[in-house]
């Protein structure tokens, strides 16, 4: 049975992925990231805080406008939640140094965000970004996954 504290969790790290990742709503993005945020496995050429996150953010919108996640499950211990996800998109912006291709994307995630007094403060995650490239590079669009 989960406590309040990791439904609560659950809830934040939830609204992160739906309504700042998918929804675009930076201005929830600053309420929901604590400002000394650390990201423990940044992307290349990120920075590991808050704003290395919001620039991932922006550059996966800008990539894929249309990016869409389904969230497979959620577990929670005390605060630390922990998220299987599918993100998907259509490839219509530059994507780690790939030229749009129009294709249709879908690759996997799984991630671990620890929530303290209603902020995410720590991210420990591994996306499934070959799979990402590997569709773009691919003509027939999504193959992988």
Known sequence: MSTLIEEVAKAIVRRNTE?????????L????FAEDFVD????????????G???????LRAAFPDFKCDIG???AEGDLVTTYKIYSGTH??????LAPTGRVIRFEAVDAMRVCAGQITDHWGVGNLYA??????NEHGVTIG
């Open 40 to 51: 423990h496995t940044p992307q290349p050429g990120v920075s590991a805080d808050k704003d």
């Open 53 to 59: 996150v919001r620039m991932l953010y922006k550059g």
């Open 132 to 137: 990402a490239v590997q569709q773009i590079k």
């Open 19 to 27: 309504q700042v990742q998918v929804g675009g709503d930076f201005a």
């Open 73 to 75: 499950w959620q577990s």
């Open 92 to 97: 219509l912006g530059p994507f780690l140094g």
């Open 29 to 32: 993005f600053e309420v929901l």
